[in-house]
């Protein structure tokens, strides 16, 4: 059974910075390329950043790019998502999916909640 557990959002000021991490099981994770998505209120879901399976290639969204980096861990079974200067519109829950690009896996975890405000 797929499980995602997305974890390290919470309220940040603009400007600020955040390390959100999703650690994975119930696949082989080493084999799968990683994403990380988002989803605004009132909006879809959508693509922020994404990872091939061993680390080498990345992809961002023009949004994001230049201030977020996406890396992973195999033996951790984990994947993260460095947030800096971080803006308003970033407000979002996020969550990850194996695949690149496109969720792999119809399931999804309970997400973690960036807010940006001051």
Partial sequence: QVQLVESGGE????GGSLRLSCAASGFTFSSY???????????????????SAAGSRTDYADSVKGRFTISRD???????????????????????NPGW?????????????VTVSS
């Fill in 11 to 14: 309220l940040v000021q603009p």
């Fill in 33 to 51: 390329a990683m994403s990380w998505y988002r989803q605004r209120p009132g909006a879809e879901r959508a693509l922020v950043a994404a990872i």
């Fill in 74 to 96: 195999n033996a951790k079974s984990t994947v993260y998502l460095q947030m800096n200067s971080l803006k308003s519109e970033d407000t979002a829950v996020y969550y990850c």
């Fill in 101 to 113: 690009r496109l969720p792999q896996f119809g399931s999804w975890g309970q997400g973690t909640q």
